[in-house]
């Protein structure tokens, strides 16, 4: 176990962009984002980010490959390739939502374009000692701090960060001579602070929640909620979870020459469903807002016997409408 | 506030109880205190109904899809999205009955919502009852924000706003959230012809807003609903502000505080009017 003092997390960034791509929390405005760490930009850690890292697993649009024909050959060039890259700075909430994306995009139908990236991202965790409001994380049997999941964790614990690697990746870090030996007494103060953050996140109780939800589809609850839904895509964008996509084709005209590419698209818009002869299986916002959840918390569920959600509380923080999901869950209980 | 909050309560039982509306749009608290829209439908909600200086939501966007036997809360910036509404015949006055609410201005966190400050309609524009005292109107918009913006050399401009615009996540929060934005089939989103395409391209962002800002030029209110709504901080005001002095410049006009008067652009004459 090793501690690396508060001061030298600048040093520790500039020392690791030597080898890596570096993608980190940085303010703009009085706003905080993720995004890849340019020359002048600083690490910022006291709040979690507004965008989620899915972004840059999932991004909004990707081009998945070319493709051209001449002659009678088709010739397609995949996109595949990405570089080594630290996610530093991801909160525990955002490091479970990576591994339940781990189990949706892989499987029988793997997505080798998602395993690329995150085998390429070497995952450093900050432990969460200043859960934001709308914060529910615990409710999902995780919470502020990691046991695994991660490459590195660090927990502030006064001067220093304590710094616990759970793989070689995260081994190989703390390796730099900018940590230091920890002791028993680090390890027991980071153990108070977690205790103390853990107290500080609403718990929701979430037993039963798909059977529930298997007997409530036509329940007139869902009219009552969606009605101030504005139908835009702030839950499902900032969310870490939600990876619905579509994927169109643009190319030259009069020649087969193009790009397939992937793009976020949200079941809250009703072009989602909307099909070709003008149908829409989810017509109205009820449909659209009762989608969002049965996702989440019974198919999901149902599928991968865990949650949809991690409860970072971003849908909560930043929906216009005050629609809130854990209200949403209460009323379902 | 609290004696304006009882009457809202007051009357909207009323108005449901004589069957006048079905639906009374205002505000409420979430469980987790949270002030927003609320939709009363039976008498026993109309106790929920609440009035205080958080309800900042522009509740007109809600007409859209709500437009007969409803009553509404109507701050200023809303009564005057109404009139637009009714003005461009998206509603028919008769169909609502406008609960007016005389406002000192907004607050996020103890702080005075920016389009608060310079907003010179605190008493709505249009109502059927007016609840609570009059409030004093502050006086011209001088429009500094953009005067300042304005002032900068092109290139300067356009790096700004490439650098906002550039963060926009095609959310369509902006869009949605605004009562203007009442189109069947968005251009921003239309296949056939296609303007703006599915992914997201850099060179494409300055097209999505400038669109958003031609659109709602002459009808926007600026109640700052879009800008508040935007999560990732762009400053949209900033830019349909800019469109809003033009406006007025050009034609004389601003949204939202006469019936009788026609939209801009339907009553421009390039011919004989100098300016233009």
């Given at each position: 176990?090793?501690?690396?003092?508060?001061?030298?997390?600048?040093?520790?960034?500039?020392?690791?962009?030597?080898?890596?791509?570096?993608?980190?929390?940085?303010?703009?405005?009085?706003?905080?984002?993720?995004?890849?760490?340019?020359?002048?930009?600083?690490?910022?850690?006291?709040?979690?980010?507004?965008?989620?890292?899915?972004?840059?697993?999932?991004?909004?649009?990707?081009?998945?490959?070319?493709?051209?024909?001449?002659?009678?050959?088709?010739?397609?060039?995949?996109?595949?390739?990405?570089?080594?890259?630290?996610?530093?700075?991801?909160?525990?909430?955002?490091?479970?939502?990576?591994?339940?994306?781990?189990?949706?995009?892989?499987?029988?139908?793997?997505?080798?374009?998602?395993?690329?990236?995150?085998?390429?991202?070497?995952?450093?965790?900050?432990?969460?000692?200043?859960?934001?409001?709308?914060?529910?994380?615990?409710?999902?049997?995780?919470?502020?701090?990691?046991?695994?999941?991660?490459?590195?964790?660090?927990?502030?614990?006064?001067?220093?960060?304590?710094?616990?690697?759970?793989?070689?990746?995260?081994?190989?870090?703390?390796?730099?001579?900018?940590?230091?030996?920890?002791?028993?007494?680090?390890?027991?103060?980071?153990?108070?602070?977690?205790?103390?953050?853990?107290?500080?996140?609403?718990?929701?109780?979430?037993?039963?929640?798909?059977?529930?939800?298997?007997?409530?589809?036509?329940?007139?609850?869902?009219?009552?909620?969606?009605?101030?839904?504005?139908?835009?895509?702030?839950?499902?964008?900032?969310?870490?979870?939600?990876?619905?996509?579509?994927?169109?084709?643009?190319?030259?005209?009069?020649?087969?020459?193009?790009?397939?590419?992937?793009?976020?698209?949200?079941?809250?818009?009703?072009?989602?469903?909307?099909?070709?002869?003008?149908?829409?299986?989810?017509?109205?916002?009820?449909?659209?807002?009762?989608?969002?959840?049965?996702?989440?918390?019974?198919?999901?569920?149902?599928?991968?016997?865990?949650?949809?959600?991690?409860?970072?509380?971003?849908?909560?923080r930043y929906c216009p409408a005050g629609i809130d999901i854990?209200?949403?869950?209460?009323?379902?209980? | 506030?609290?004696?304006?909050?009882?009457?809202?309560?007051?009357?909207?039982?009323?108005?449901?109880?004589?069957?006048?509306?079905?639906?009374?749009?205002?505000?409420?608290?979430?469980?987790?205190?949270?002030?927003?829209?609320?939709?009363?439908?039976?008498?026993?909600?109309?106790?929920?109904?609440?009035?205080?200086?958080?309800?900042?939501?522009?509740?007109?966007?809600?007409?859209?899809?709500?437009?007969?036997?409803?009553?509404?809360?109507?701050?200023?910036?809303?009564?005057?999205?109404?009139?637009?509404?009714?003005?461009?015949?998206?509603?028919?006055?008769?169909?609502?009955?406008?609960?007016?609410?005389?406002?000192?201005?907004?607050?996020s966190n103890g702080k005075l919502l920016e389009n608060c400050?310079?907003?010179?309609?605190?008493?709505?524009?249009?109502?059927?009852?007016?609840?609570?005292?009059?409030?004093?109107?502050?006086?011209?918009?001088?429009?500094?924000?953009?005067?300042?913006?304005?002032?900068?050399?092109?290139?300067?401009?356009?790096?700004?706003?490439?650098?906002?615009?550039?963060?926009?996540?095609?959310?369509?929060?902006?869009?949605?959230?605004?009562?203007?934005?009442?189109?069947?089939?968005?251009?921003?989103?239309?296949?056939?012809?296609?303007?703006?395409?599915?992914?997201?391209?850099?060179?494409?962002?300055?097209?999505?807003?400038?669109?958003?800002?031609?659109?709602?030029?002459?009808?926007?209110?600026?109640?700052?609903?879009?800008?508040?709504?935007?999560?990732?901080?762009?400053?949209?005001?900033?830019?349909?502000?800019?469109?809003?002095?033009?406006?007025?410049?050009?034609?004389?006009?601003?949204?939202?505080?006469?019936?009788?008067?026609?939209?801009?652009?339907?009553?421009?004459?390039?011919?004989?009017?100098?300016?233009?």
């Open positions: 176990m090793k501690k690396i003092p508060k001061s030298r997390i600048k040093n520790l960034v500039r020392e690791l962009e030597k080898n890596y791509d570096i993608i980190a929390p940085v303010r703009t405005g009085e706003r905080v984002f993720f995004k890849e760490l340019g020359p002048d930009d600083e690490v910022y850690l006291k709040s979690n980010p507004t965008n989620s890292p899915k972004e840059f697993f999932l991004p909004y649009s990707e081009v998945l490959f070319e493709f051209k024909k001449t002659n009678d050959e088709f010739e397609l060039k995949p996109n595949l390739e990405s570089r080594e890259r630290i996610l530093f700075g991801i909160r525990p909430c955002d490091v479970h939502s990576l591994l339940l994306l781990d189990l949706i995009s892989g499987g029988e139908f793997e997505d080798p374009y998602y395993k690329e990236k995150r085998e390429k991202t070497t995952l450093v965790s900050f432990s969460c000692l200043e859960p934001m409001d709308g914060c529910f994380c615990t409710s999902f049997g995780t919470g502020p701090s990691l046991k695994d999941g991660a490459d590195l964790l660090l927990t502030d614990i006064g001067d220093y960060y304590l710094a616990e690697p759970f793989t070689r990746k995260g081994e190989k870090i703390i390796k730099s001579k900018l940590f230091e030996n920890a002791t028993k007494r680090d390890k027991k103060i980071k153990d108070e602070r977690i205790k103390k953050a853990e107290e500080k996140i609403q718990k929701l109780d979430l037993e039963k929640i798909p059977e529930k939800l298997a007997s409530l589809f036509d329940d007139k609850l869902w009219d009552e909620l969606s009605k101030r839904c504005i139908s835009c895509a702030i839950c499902t964008y900032l969310c870490p979870t939600c990876y619905c996509f579509d994927v169109i084709d643009e190319g030259k005209m009069f020649t087969v020459d193009g790009k397939r590419i992937r793009c976020w698209d949200t079941c809250m818009f009703p072009s989602f469903t909307r099909l070709a002869g003008g149908e829409n299986p989810r017509a109205t916002k009820k449909e659209r807002l009762r989608q969002r959840i049965y996702h989440k918390f019974k198919y999901i569920p149902d599928r991968y016997e865990k949650f949809g959600c991690v409860g970072c509380g971003r849908c909560v854990m209200e949403i869950i209460s009323q379902i209980k | 506030m609290e004696k304006t909050q009882k009457e809202i309560q007051k009357l909207a039982k009323r108005l449901l109880k004589e069957k006048k509306v079905d639906l009374v749009i205002g505000y409420e608290k979430s469980e987790s205190g949270k002030t927003r829209p609320f939709f009363a439908t039976k008498l026993e909600d109309t106790d929920r109904l609440v009035w205080d200086k958080s309800c900042s939501n522009n509740l007109a966007v809600y007409l859209l899809e709500n437009k007969e036997k409803v009553a509404i809360v109507a701050k200023g910036c809303d009564s005057r999205s109404i009139l637009e509404l009714i003005k461009t015949n998206q509603i028919k006055r008769d169909d609502v009955f406008i609960i007016g609410v005389p406002c000192n201005g907004m607050e400050r310079v907003c010179r309609y605190r008493n709505p524009v249009i109502c059927d009852v007016l609840l609570g005292e009059k409030v004093e109107e502050i006086p011209e918009d001088n429009y500094e924000d953009v005067k300042e913006i304005e002032s900068l050399p092109l290139e300067k401009r356009l790096g700004f706003w490439k650098n906002e615009f550039q963060r926009c996540i095609k959310c369509f929060a902006c869009r949605n959230v605004c009562p203007m934005c009442y189109c069947d089939d968005c251009i921003l989103e239309k296949k056939d012809p296609q303007w703006v395409s599915k992914p997201r391209k850099k060179e494409e962002m300055f097209l999505f807003h400038l669109v958003r800002a031609f659109h709602t030029a002459g009808s926007c209110v600026d109640c700052g609903s879009c800008e508040r709504a935007c999560p990732v901080g762009i400053p949209l005001r900033l830019l349909y502000r800019k469109v809003a002095k033009d406006v007025k410049e050009l034609f004389d006009y601003e949204a939202g505080v006469d019936l009788k008067e026609k939209p801009p652009l339907t009553k421009f004459d390039l011919e004989n009017d100098e300016k233009l």
